[in-house]
């Protein structure tokens, strides 16, 4: 196990704290998925890039591994709080499609953006509707001490247990502004745990309950598959900052009511912050939202997103733009080429090792998963020429290992993203440049610029002299 000892910071207690295993050897963590209702935008990913390089993390330290990463497919309104439509529900209604097929093709796309950004699969992905039944036996065990029934549903009384609202910092109710009033609830921050359907109306995912009719709350199905699949207490939660007021505090109530105690469920409450986009295309009520799939037609390899994600620390804001994207593209090809470049040099002899680079990597992931400071030492390491090329190559894999790059594998080629509207392809266009060095060669620099011009008119540039030995880019 790499010797640095693992500090995060702990957002119930606003410290920074050094990471035990509650089970010595066992991390146990629990991530909070996406509602399968829309594709994910970039933002939403940020957090499973966080989550992520947090669990490579935990593995490269030598610690068995159980992740969570659960697939909301019922009981998420569209307000994050007990207001609106059910997302599924309104997602299947605007397309005229099957909710179980709405949930089933998001699912798959989510999937999809998990395997370009080369995050691990987690050990267990749970959907909600699997585990109703469960849902309805937590209800049925807290209702007597936690809980009232309204004509709409049950709902979940807060002051029925300790320090309510302490993850999100207040418990007045002008901190829970986000949480609209429902007529008979005792108290504005008052959640629903099953929400009945109302008369005359029928939804496509329902199930009977000793309340009625209905689907549960959003809440519930964290607290339930977390306990199934982690045991209570486990190790780490995790989740985007927006979770911290409302969704979490919720499930710590949940948590605690269950067990009859003050266990919040996690020893650990993790919250990445926000991507930050000014153009205002970050929410998926615009129509015109940022996905990752938006990113691949504009000619960037979706690791050029994982890399900008991981150049900023997880509890900072990070702000998009496509000229930060390009940056970090450009970043992430001068790795490709200084590796491509030692494979070239490496003559299989060893010589000094790279230990004191995996050290410093150590450290500085260790520091709260700082990854801003973890790839310097990954620039500084492949540029050391104190070590062999054999001996850089060697420490490769560590640093793919936490950084998820994928730099052992991944090409000068591959980060050739065609964007979707180019109007020639990769083999045309490399054949196209060998007849321009032809030209060049023999002094027909008319040949020459000709050839220039017609690439730059497809949408390419040509990058003449390029120390990266890149030779062309797609333009965007």
């Known amino acids: 196990m790499h010797g640095a000892p693992l500090r995060l910071h702990n957002s119930l207690t606003r410290a920074t704290e050094t990471f035990a295993p509650i089970e010595e050897g066992h991390a146990r963590v629990y991530s909070c998925g996406p509602t399968v209702y829309h594709y994910a935008h970039i933002g939403n990913l ?127 109710d002008a901190a829970e502004g986000r949480i609209a009033a429902v007529e008979g609830k005792r108290h ?22 000793p309340w009625g009719r209905g689907a549960p709350g959003w809440h519930l199905e964290c607290s339930v598959m977390s306990a199934k699949y982690l045991g209570l207490p486990f190790d780490i939660h995790t989740g985007g900052i927006d979770h911290r007021e409302i969704h979490h505090p919720n499930e710590i109530a949940q948590n605690q009511a269950h067990c009859g105690c003050g266990d919040p469920g996690a020893k650990l409450w993790l919250h990445n912050n926000f991507l930050v986009d000014r153009t ?62 030692l494979r070239a040099r490496d003559s299989g002899k060893g010589g000094a090792e790279a230990g004191r680079y995996l050290a410093e990597l150590d450290a500085a992931l260790s520091d709260d998963l700082n990854t801003a400071r973890a790839l310097p030492v990954l620039d500084a390491m492949l540029a050391d020429k104190a070590l062999s090329p054999s001996a850089r ?52 620099y008319a040949r020459s610029d000709a050839i220039r011009d017609e690439l730059t008119c497809a949408g390419v540039e040509v990058m003449d002299g390029d120390p990266l030995g890149w030779d062309w880019r797609p333009t965007l």
């Open 46 to 172: 940020r957090a499973y890039v966080f989550t992520d390089t947090l669990s490579r993390l935990l593995t490269w330290k030598g610690l068995r591994l159980t992740h969570v990463l659960n697939i909301t497919d019922v009981g998420h309104l569209t307000s994050d709080a007990d207001a609106g439509d059910d997302k599924m529900e309104a997602a299947a209604k605007a397309s005229g499609r099957d909710i179980w097929q709405v949930a089933a093709h998001y699912t798959q796309a989510f999937e999809e953006n998990l395997a370009a950004l080369n995050i691990r699969t987690p050990t267990h992905m749970p959907r909600a509707t699997d585990h109703v039944a469960e849902m309805i036996e937590w209800g049925r065990a807290m209702e007597a001490k936690h809980c009232y029934r309204l004509d709409d549903g049950l709902y979940f009384d807060v002051t029925s247990v300790p320090d309510y609202g302490a993850l999100a910092g207040s418990a007045d």
């Open 188 to 209: 504005p921050q008052d959640f629903a745990i099953w929400r009945t359907s109302p008369p005359g109306e029928t939804r496509q995912m329902e199930w009977d309950s």
């Open 280 to 341: 205002g295309k970050m929410s998926k009520s615009s129509g015109d939202f940022l996905r990752l799939q938006r990113l691949v037609d504009r000619g960037f390899h979706p690791l050029a997103y994982r890399m900008m994600c991981l150049q900023a620390h997880y509890r900072n804001e990070l702000e998009f733009s496509w000229d930060g994207l390009a940056a970090a593209q450009v970043r992430l090809k001068r790795l490709v080429h200084a590796v491509a470049a």
């Open 393 to 444: 190559l060697a420490a490769l894999p560590d640093f793919d290992a936490v950084l998820g790059l994928n730099l052992a594998v991944l090409s000068r080629e591959d980060l050739r993203v065609r964007p979707v509207d180019a109007a020639i392809d990769g083999d045309l266009i490399e054949a196209r440049l060998a007849e321009r060095r032809a030209a060049r060669a023999a002094k027909d």
